[in-house]
C-alpha cells in the first residue's frame, strides 16, 4: 500500500498559466477529497468525491477551479489562469466509503509567479 | 457558522509536561478524527475515534458525544511531538462532508 500519491510535488506556473494536479487514492478507497493550506488560510476544503461522483464543491473557486474522478484510481484538480493568490500547498486524501479513516498525500506545492 | 472549535489555537511545553488539547463540536458527530501535522509534511492520521477512549503510546483520545467534544492528550510531551495538531469532525453519514478544525501548534522545548 503506497498511500495516497500526489504528483507533481512541486509546480512552478507563470501567472496566467494553467496547472493540473493529479492524485491516485488508495487501492479500494471510494471517497477522495481535495483541500488546500497556506499559512494565512490553513486547510481550506475545496470539493469531495465518492464512488467517481462529485458531491460537494461548494469550496471550489468557481471560475478557475476544476475537479474530475474519470476513474477510481485518480483524479486531477486543474486551475486555469492562475494568479498568485492560488499559491498554497494542495493536498488530496482519500477513505473507505462513508465514515472511515481519512489519508492524505503529500501535497502538491503549487508556486504561481 | 464553524462546525468545530478547536482550543488552545498555541501551547508552549517543556519536555516532560502533559498537553490537553480539545474540540468542541456544534452538530451531531458521525465520528472525530485527529491528525498531526509536522511542519512541512502532510496530515497523518493519529486517532479516527465516533467515541469513547482510544490509547496510542504516549496519546489519549477521547470523544464524549453528549457533551459535544473530543480531546488529545499527549503524556511526557518530548520535542519531536511538536508541530500542528487537527481535529476533524466527520459527518458524511449525515451526508455532509469533513469539517477540520483550526488546529493547535504545539512547541516542546527541551
Known sequence: NAGVIQTPRHKVTGKGQEATLWCEPISGHSAVFWYRQTIVQGLEFLTYFRNQAPIDDSGMPKERFSAQMPNQSHSTLKIQSTQPQDSAVYLCASSALKAETLYFGSGTRLTVL | ?110
Request: glycine residues 8%; proline residues 4%.
Open chain 2, 1 to 110: 457558522g464553524q462546525q468545530v472549535q478547536q482550543s488552545p489555537a498555541s501551547l508552549v511545553l517543556q519536555e516532560g509536561e502533559n498537553a490537553e488539547l480539545q474540540c468542541n463540536f456544534s452538530t451531531s458527530l458521525n465520528s472525530m478524527q485527529w491528525f498531526y501535522q509536522r511542519p512541512g509534511g502532510s496530515l497523518v492520521s493519529l486517532f479516527y475515534n465516533p467515541s469513547g477512549t482510544k490509547h496510542s503510546g504516549r496519546l489519549t483520545s477521547t470523544t464524549v458525544i453528549k457533551e459535544r467534544r473530543s480531546s488529545l492528550h499527549i503524556s511526557s510531551s518530548q520535542t519531536t511531538d511538536s508541530g500542528t495538531y487537527l481535529c476533524a469532525l466527520d459527518l458524511r453519514n449525515s451526508n455532509n462532508r469533513i469539517f477540520f478544525g483550526d488546529g493547535t501548534q504545539l512547541v516542546v522545548k527541551p
